[in-house]
């Protein structure tokens, strides 16, 4: 579905890339690696493509199986984080690196960085990280990484609204101890919801300004306006409310961690977790690649046979701003895949109708690029009910076909 922007949706869509190429955006990933790995089933001779957000999901791919991950993002401020990741994993002991990115949190982050994990990185991720490694030092109202980057901010605007504001911190943590969805249920019913969602809040997050500050472009904003009942405002109610009332909460890292600003040993990513740690320092990181650049541009110049693509939502706001460069984005991307290549992304919308339509020319002929894909809508559809995080309209899986099959 291609969106027509509205001249104020214009001037947004410039905001968002002010502030998308400027800032930290994403401070950890709000993709379902779980989910993600029952739809690529990763194996030792898979090379991925990943655009890489904050990272975490390019180092779970690793752990899963894959033999090569690449980590491609347009914003150098992303591929510097998982840079810094890295570098603290080579580098740093488990109980050091979970202060930085488990709790998010560490009183010697600036001697850390100095001493171990400043001349592992290159010169753009050190001259950021010389400047904001304060970021993970804690103190201040933002004591926490992960109140930190346009995303933590946000999370960080909307945690002090309910807790100081609308008096919701006893229940708030009364939720994060709760141990079943029964119980979720009953204490965000009863205690959360009538306080939390006033007009106010909804007016807030509905704001195509708000949303820059969660990495959501204007096109992506108008989907949700064009496919959803009520709206942005009642999209995003609706999302939160089915991760708290129909699934388990206590290993729901995703949004734990802004309710509480850091991860537990016990709530937490892959990579956090002790034995992973020690298997990505093992040697696994060596099939990782971090490579700031478009999609395009990277498949144009990496060597073919790339097996396995997550292209996350960033094709939402490509279809109505750049159709042209998303276009040429799949032609990239058809001519590196391996042959029987698997290809996963995420929408705002309730669908993805765009992306069949989009023009590509194959063995000399113009044809829809839904005739090249062949699509597990089943299995899509059972993982998408799963989802941990739940902000998105839809989940894809699909396989890309020959011309003439």
Same mark, same amino acid.
């Given at each position: 579905?291609? &969106?027509?922007?509205?001249?104020?949706?214009?001037?947004?869509?410039?905001?968002?890339?002010? &502030?998308?190429?400027?800032?930290?955006?994403?401070?950890?990933?709000?993709? *379902?690696?779980?989910?993600?790995?029952?739809?690529?089933?990763?194996?030792?001779?898979?090379?991925?493509?990943?655009?890489?957000?904050?990272?975490?999901?390019?180092?779970? !791919?690793?752990?899963?199986?894959?033999?090569?991950?690449?980590?491609?993002?347009?914003?150098?401020?992303?591929?510097?984080?998982?840079?810094?990741?890295?570098?603290?994993?080579?580098?740093?002991?488990?109980?050091?690196?979970?202060?930085?990115?488990?709790?998010?949190?560490?009183?010697?982050?600036?001697?850390?960085?100095?001493?171990?994990?400043?001349?592992?990185?290159?010169?753009?991720?050190?001259?950021?990280?010389?400047?904001?490694?304060?970021?993970?030092?804690?103190?201040?109202?933002?004591?926490?990484?992960? #109140?930190?980057?346009?995303?933590?901010?946000?999370?960080?605007?909307?945690?002090?609204?309910?807790?100081?504001?609308?008096?919701?911190?006893?229940?708030?943590?009364?939720?994060?101890?709760?141990?079943?969805?029964?119980?979720?249920?009953?204490? #965000?019913?009863?205690?959360?919801?009538?306080?939390?969602?006033?007009?106010?809040?909804?007016?807030?997050?509905?704001?195509?300004?708000?949303?820059?500050?969660?990495?959501?472009?204007?096109?992506?904003?108008?989907?949700?306006?064009?496919?959803?009942?009520?709206?942005?405002?009642?999209?995003?109610? *609706?999302?939160?409310?089915?991760? @708290?009332?129909?699934?388990?909460?206590?290993?729901? !890292?995703?949004?734990?961690?802004?309710?509480?600003?850091?991860?537990?040993?016990?709530?937490?990513?892959? #990579?956090?977790?002790?034995?992973?740690?020690?298997?990505?320092?093992?040697?696994?990181?060596?099939?990782?690649? @971090?490579?700031?650049?478009?999609?395009?541009?990277?498949?144009?110049?990496?060597?073919?046979? @790339?097996?396995?693509?997550?292209?996350? *939502?960033?094709?939402?706001?490509?279809?109505?701003?750049?159709?042209?460069?998303?276009?040429?984005?799949?032609?990239?991307?058809?001519?590196?895949?391996?042959?029987?290549?698997?290809?996963?992304?995420?929408?705002?919308?309730?669908?993805?109708?765009?992306?069949?339509?989009?023009?590509?020319?194959?063995?000399?002929?113009?044809?829809?690029?839904?005739?090249?894909?062949? #699509?597990?809508?089943?299995?899509?559809?059972?993982?998408? &009910?799963?989802?941990?995080?739940?902000? !998105?309209?839809?989940?894809?899986?699909?396989?890309?076909?020959?011309?003439?099959?």
């Amino acid at each position: 579905m291609s &969106v027509t922007l509205s001249a104020k949706d214009k001037v947004s869509a410039r905001l968002f890339k002010a &502030v998308h190429s400027r800032n930290l955006i994403y401070n950890t990933c709000w993709e *379902d690696p779980r989910l993600d790995r029952v739809a690529l089933d990763l194996q030792p001779h898979d090379r991925v493509l990943v655009i890489t957000s904050a990272g975490c999901n390019a180092l779970d !791919y690793l752990l899963a199986g894959a033999g090569e991950v690449n980590a491609v993002d347009m914003n150098p401020i992303q591929n510097a984080l998982l840079e810094l990741k890295v570098a603290g994993i080579r580098q740093l002991d488990h109980a050091a690196f979970f202060k930085l990115f488990g709790r998010g949190c560490c009183d010697r982050a600036k001697e850390l960085y100095c001493d171990a994990l400043r001349d592992e990185l290159l010169p753009f991720a050190r001259r950021y990280w010389d400047r904001h490694i304060s970021m993970f030092e804690g103190g201040g109202w933002r004591q926490s990484f992960y #109140y930190r980057g346009t995303s933590g901010l946000l999370a960080k605007l909307v945690l002090t609204n309910a807790q100081t504001f609308k008096r919701l911190r006893r229940p708030i943590e009364e939720l994060l101890a709760a141990r079943s969805v029964d119980e979720q249920r009953q204490l #965000y019913e009863t205690r959360i919801r009538d306080a939390l969602w006033s007009p106010a809040l909804r007016w807030f997050l509905s704001r195509t300004a708000t949303m820059s500050l969660m990495g959501v472009p204007a096109a992506q904003r108008q989907q949700i306006v064009a496919q959803y009942p009520g709206g942005v405002g009642s999209f995003i109610r *609706d999302r939160f409310e089915t991760v @708290i009332t129909r699934l388990p909460f206590a290993d729901n !890292y995703f949004w734990r961690v802004y309710l509480q600003g850091g991860y537990t040993p016990e709530c937490c990513p892959e #990579y956090l977790k002790p034995e992973n740690f020690q298997r990505l320092k093992d040697g696994l990181l060596d099939r990782l690649h @971090i490579r700031t650049s478009s999609v395009t541009n990277f498949l144009r110049q990496a060597p073919p046979g @790339i097996s396995k693509f997550v292209l996350l *939502d960033h094709m939402d706001w490509m279809s109505s701003r750049h159709p042209e460069a998303l276009r040429e984005e799949w032609h990239a991307l058809l001519d590196n895949a391996r042959p029987a290549s698997r290809v996963i992304f995420r929408s705002a919308g309730l669908n993805a109708d765009f992306v069949d339509a989009i023009r590509v020319r194959r063995q000399g002929r113009d044809m829809e690029l839904g005739r090249l894909l062949r #699509y597990d809508r089943p299995l899509a559809a059972a993982l998408h &009910v799963r989802d941990r995080v739940h902000t !998105y309209g839809s989940f894809h899986i699909a396989d890309l076909l020959e011309a003439g099959d």
